[in-house]
């Protein structure tokens, strides 16, 4: 495991009070922080949108399968827990390419009472060799609920995003639903973003409101649309400020 280069997950998984990381990830998050302070509540808004997605999708929608991609080290409130507290046959496949979220999610599934859970080692840049991985475990003639949280930041234009996800999306079946949550184009989290580019991490790329909408081409944009996390069908609880605004969430529903 290279201990020198900053991991993206074991910095969100530092804002979200996680104790997996090194020096190299503690000087990169400072740095960024001075940058964007609110990034430790932004990170916490994410996982709630997760919660509120993945809820949607199992009670509402009817979903008993979930494809996470860019998973994150294992949290409070994962994917295949919050699925499954709404029904127990749920199913969820997690794929990431960082070898730190590998071992915190093999430690996880050893855990018991994880129901249907697996985990791949992939990168969200092969949709080919997801797809055929995912097949093992889930069944491509049922709906699946496609998680893209805080990870298509990490695709450059070149790696053409919008390509990667109508490739994923393309033997699914209708009723099945994606969900996006990225960083937006604006002062707010730029100086943050050139800082963490500059760390040597795997670069991030910030996307326009068109250009997030656009990746939902082809499926049913669910209301409100692409809006502020907190602001994407809120409860009670949802933590909101103003400046929470730079994320954007949206899910959408395969025809
Ligand atoms: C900011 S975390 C988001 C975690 C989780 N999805 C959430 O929203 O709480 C980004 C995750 O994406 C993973 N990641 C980044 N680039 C990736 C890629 N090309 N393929 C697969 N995973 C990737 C990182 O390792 C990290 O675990």
């Not at 991991?7 to 530092?14: G, T, V």
């Not at 990381?21 to 916490?44: C, G, M, T």
């Not at 670069?203 to 656009?214: A, V």
Request: aromatic share 6%.
């Amino acid at each position: 495991m290279n201990t020198e280069i900053p991991s993206p997950a074991r910095i969100y998984d530092l804002w979200l009070g996680g104790k997996d990381n090194y020096e190299v990830d503690r000087v990169v998050s400072a740095q960024i922080l001075q940058a964007v302070p609110e990034l430790p509540i932004l990170a916490k808004t994410n996982r709630e949108f997760l919660g509120r997605a993945v809820r949607y999708m199992a009670a509402e929608a009817g979903i008993r399968q979930f494809l996470d991609i860019g998973t994150g080290i294992p949290t409070a409130d994962n994917t295949h827990q919050v699925a499954q507290s709404v029904s127990a046959d749920c199913k969820v496949v997690y794929v990431d390419n960082d070898p730190v979220v590998l071992a915190h999610a093999r430690a996880l599934l050893r855990a018991s009472g994880q129901g249907d859970t697996w985990f791949i080692d992939s990168d969200l840049r092969d949709p080919d060799k997801i797809i055929a991985a995912t097949g093992e475990y889930l069944d491509f003639s049922q709906p699946i609920g496609l998680m893209l949280l805080g990870v298509v930041d990490f695709l450059t234009d070149g790696d053409r995003p919008k390509e990667i996800i109508q490739r994923l999306m393309e033997p699914m079946v209708s009723g099945s639903h994606l969900a996006i949550s990225h960083g937006l184009v604006g002062k707010q989290l730029e100086e943050g973003v050139r800082s963490w580019n500059e760390s040597g991490g795997s670069p991030m790329t910030l996307r326009t409101h068109e250009e997030l909408t656009g990746l939902f081409d082809g499926l049913e944009l669910l209301e409100p649309g692409v809006v502020a996390l907190p602001r994407w069908r809120p409860t009670p609880e949802t933590l909101y400020a103003e400046r929470e605004a730079v994320y954007h969430a949206g899910v959408g529903r395969k025809p």
